[in-house]
């Protein structure tokens, strides 16, 4: 293997981890947003219809925002993981279908679950980190997570397509 092949690689793998901590926690964030915004859409008007309607949509509009960057700042960190474990297996080992880039998320996933249970930061910690109790709770949420990052998963892979096409394994 030459130098370059080796350095072409590099920047494959780099790029692909870029698309995956970039666009996975921003269309995360949207499809959490559009649940959330479709399910709560009757609710939403009927406590409107109850509530001063000025008012209560500042409310909501604020609380979708919060929703929103709160789910992409949380998505970071499984996406950059996924990102890293996808590029590695599409470009040195030539596994670049779309369930090695639903492995990955899970595995980033899980991570972030199990840093989960060994890491408590701090009150002033700036660090979103799951606090489960239980294996129970730790699967379940597993399994919502795993669900909801599906989409946001296929459309990374997607976009990194033309990256992980050749790879330079052996």
Known sequence: MSLGTILRGLARMIAISIIFSIVGPLAFAALLLAIVASFGAPLAQLF???AGHDLFSTIVSVALWVLTIAAWLAAIPPSAMAGLIFAFAAVCA??????????????????????????????????????VQSADQSLRLFAILA??????????????????RASIAA
């Open 48 to 50: 409107a219809t109850f």
């Open 94 to 131: 030539g596994l670049d279908r779309i369930w090695m880039a639903w492995l990955a998320v899970a595995a980033g996933i899980a991570g972030v679950i199990l840093l989960g249970h060994f890491v408590i930061p701090g009150e002033s910690s700036a660090v979103i980190l799951p606090s």
């Open 147 to 164: 669900v909801l990052a599906i989409l946001p998963a296929t459309l990374c892979w997607w976009l990194s397509k033309p990256l992980h």
